[in-house]
């Protein structure tokens, strides 16, 4: 993009739009659309990232930066998504794709997207079906699966602690683990063990947690031994595998303890720590980007509420840490703590509209607040728009609390630039659709 180009967009942006003549809080809707950028498109199809320069300064030399959704229903939204990997792969230099889902399946998915698979299959590889189902998904996937024709591929990893899919719970993931060892010795895990394992990897499934709860009897010693041997007998492991397949396995393996560990404080909050399957995401995200991604570039796709920087309100938050649960939060909090200024977090925010997951029935957006903040993004008039939280100063009134619905449409008061970076307001959101 040319320098009067970047002169054009930020005297149209500091001008501001005119307002529709109905807008009833004109001082905060004119903010709003003072200090916001308009988007054109969000159109993964659309390459003309001229509306989206502004976001380089914004960005800065962030090395992650973390994209929400407020329910995993919302179409528009992964559309938006898939464009905003596109600008920050191509002119940014972002070149890892970091998914909510399970660290082992998900490389089932990276190894889909260098084959010839149908690409309509290439998610259900180890992506919840809420995005590898969804045709409003399938660009991201599309382009991701280009970008290995090019200089400068996508990699593709997950950092959830569950395992996604029933088969990989089943078979893939114990399979795994037990063809790592073989190798260094097939007598060292039992069969006895090996059902043990299996049996821990399929139950661990939240579902199963809510419609049957109480306490599982699984042979929690068997991954803390393999944990061990892969720590005591590293030197013999290097002469089977590299350094790096060696951490991933490890790491698989200390993902699914922490599983078990969370699942229990996710259901009934009784842990004593606090520990939860956000603590758990934050420590793969983090073994990752210290590890094997290190001076990489990471866009982490996610819900609203796990890419928090915080927990949402300040009493709550106060609250927690005069409780001693150190490990109570969204995965957001634990990131922030590690990267701080690494890292950039967007939002996703509608006023009116349709969500559904794949499916599912569509369901009507609420009807919004009269004060919410996307009630007043609606004011400015523009149907797409990125505001930049960090821009309110000290004082204003966006860092007191403010009612708005990132998680789940759900309505929330409290200061969100506390919480987030950046917002992308799309005004009409539409639902996710199943893939032909």
Same mark, same amino acid.
């Given at each position: 993009?040319?320098?009067?180009?970047?002169?054009?967009?930020?005297? @149209?942006?500091?001008?501001?739009?005119?307002?529709?003549?109905?807008?009833?809080?004109?001082?905060?809707?004119?903010?709003?659309?003072?200090?916001?950028?308009?988007?054109?498109?969000?159109?993964?199809?659309?390459?003309?990232?001229?509306?989206?320069?502004? $976001?380089?300064?914004?960005?800065?030399?962030?090395?992650?930066?973390?994209?929400?959704?407020?329910?995993?229903?919302?179409?528009?939204?992964?559309?938006?998504?898939?464009?905003?990997?596109?600008?920050?792969?191509?002119?940014?230099?972002?070149?890892?794709?970091?998914?909510?889902?399970?660290?082992?399946?998900?490389?089932?998915?990276?190894?889909?997207?260098?084959?010839?698979?149908?690409?309509?299959?290439?998610?259900?590889?180890?992506?919840?079906?809420?995005?590898? *189902?969804?045709?409003?998904?399938?660009?991201?996937?599309?382009?991701? &699966?280009?970008?290995?024709?090019?200089?400068?591929?996508?990699?593709?990893?997950?950092?959830?602690?569950?395992?996604?899919?029933?088969?990989? &719970?089943?078979?893939?993931?114990?399979?795994?683990?037990?063809?790592?060892?073989? *190798?260094?010795?097939?007598?060292?895990?039992?069969?006895?063990?090996?059902?043990?394992?299996?049996?821990?990897?399929?139950?661990?499934?939240?579902?199963?947690?809510? +419609?049957?709860?109480?306490?599982?009897?699984?042979?929690? @010693?068997?991954?803390?031994?393999?944990?061990?041997?892969?720590?005591?007998?590293?030197?013999?492991?290097?002469?089977?595998?590299? @350094?790096?397949?060696?951490?991933?396995?490890?790491?698989?393996?200390?993902?699914?303890?922490?599983?078990?560990?969370?699942?229990?404080?996710?259901?009934?909050?009784?842990?004593?720590?606090?520990?939860?399957?956000?603590?758990?995401?934050?420590?793969?995200?983090?073994?990752?980007?210290?590890?094997?991604?290190?001076?990489?570039?990471?866009?982490?796709?996610?819900?609203?509420?796990?890419?928090?920087?915080?927990?949402?309100?300040?009493?709550?938050?106060?609250?927690?840490?005069?409780?001693?649960?150190?490990?109570?939060?969204?995965?957001?909090?634990?990131?922030?703590?590690?990267?701080?200024?690494? /890292?950039?977090?967007?939002?996703?925010?509608?006023?009116?509209?349709?969500?559904?997951?794949?499916?599912?029935?569509?369901?009507?957006?609420?009807?919004?607040?009269?004060?919410?903040?996307?009630?007043?993004?609606?004011?400015?008039?523009?149907? $797409?728009?990125?505001?930049?939280?960090?821009?309110?100063?000290?004082?204003?009134?966006?860092?007191?609390?403010?009612?708005?619905?990132?998680? /789940?449409?759900?309505?929330?008061?409290?200061?969100?630039? *506390?919480?987030?970076?950046?917002?992308?307001?799309?005004? +009409?959101?539409?639902?996710?659709?199943?893939?032909?």
């Amino acid at each position: 993009m040319n320098a009067l180009l970047l002169v054009l967009i930020a005297a @149209a942006t500091a001008a501001g739009d005119p307002l529709p003549p109905d807008v009833k809080d004109t001082d905060r809707v004119r903010w709003l659309a003072d200090h916001s950028l308009p988007i054109r498109s969000i159109d993964p199809k659309d390459e003309d990232f001229s509306d989206l320069q502004p $976001l380089v300064s914004r960005i800065g030399n962030a090395r992650v930066v973390q994209l929400g959704e407020a329910t995993h229903g919302d179409g528009s939204t992964f559309l938006a998504k898939a464009r905003l990997v596109k600008f920050l792969h191509e002119v940014m230099g972002f070149d890892v794709l970091a998914w909510e889902a399970g660290i082992f399946d998900v490389r089932r998915v990276d190894a889909a997207l260098r084959s010839d698979m149908p690409l309509a299959e290439v998610g259900t590889q180890g992506l919840y079906g809420i995005w590898s *189902r969804s045709a409003e998904v399938q660009p991201t996937l599309a382009y991701v &699966r280009s970008t290995w024709s090019t200089p400068r591929p996508i990699e593709t990893v997950g950092f959830d602690c569950r395992i996604s899919t029933p088969e990989n &719970r089943k078979e893939r993931f114990p399979s795994y683990v037990f063809a790592f060892f073989d *190798r260094l010795d097939p007598k060292l895990i039992s069969p006895q063990e090996r059902a043990d394992l299996t049996a821990m990897s399929v139950g661990l499934v939240p579902a199963e947690y809510y +419609e049957k709860p109480g306490e599982r009897n699984y042979n929690r @010693a068997l991954p803390k031994r393999l944990v061990a041997v892969i720590d005591e007998r590293r030197s013999d492991l290097l002469a089977h595998h590299s @350094a790096r397949e060696i951490d991933y396995v490890r790491q698989i393996l200390v993902s699914l303890m922490s599983m078990d560990r969370a699942l229990p404080g996710q259901m009934t909050n009784a842990t004593a720590d606090g520990y939860t399957r956000d603590t758990a995401m934050a420590e793969n995200l983090l073994w990752h980007l210290n590890g094997p991604l290190k001076d990489r570039k990471v866009i982490v796709w996610a819900h609203n509420y796990h890419i928090l920087k915080d927990i949402h309100a300040r009493v709550a938050k106060e609250r927690a840490a005069g409780s001693g649960r150190p490990y109570t939060g969204p995965m957001g909090k634990f990131l922030d703590a590690a990267l701080g200024r690494e /890292m950039v977090t967007v939002a996703f925010l509608s006023h009116h509209g349709r969500y559904a997951y794949v499916g599912e029935p569509p369901e009507d957006i609420p009807a919004v607040a009269p004060d919410s903040l996307e009630e007043l993004l609606h004011a400015t008039g523009r149907p $797409l728009l990125l505001l930049d939280l960090r821009s309110a100063p000290e004082g204003h009134w966006l860092r007191e609390p403010v009612t708005a619905s990132f998680y /789940m449409y759900e309505p929330i008061p409290t200061d969100w630039p *506390r919480l987030y970076d950046l917002v992308f307001f799309i005004d +009409e959101q539409k639902p996710s659709t199943k893939v032909p």
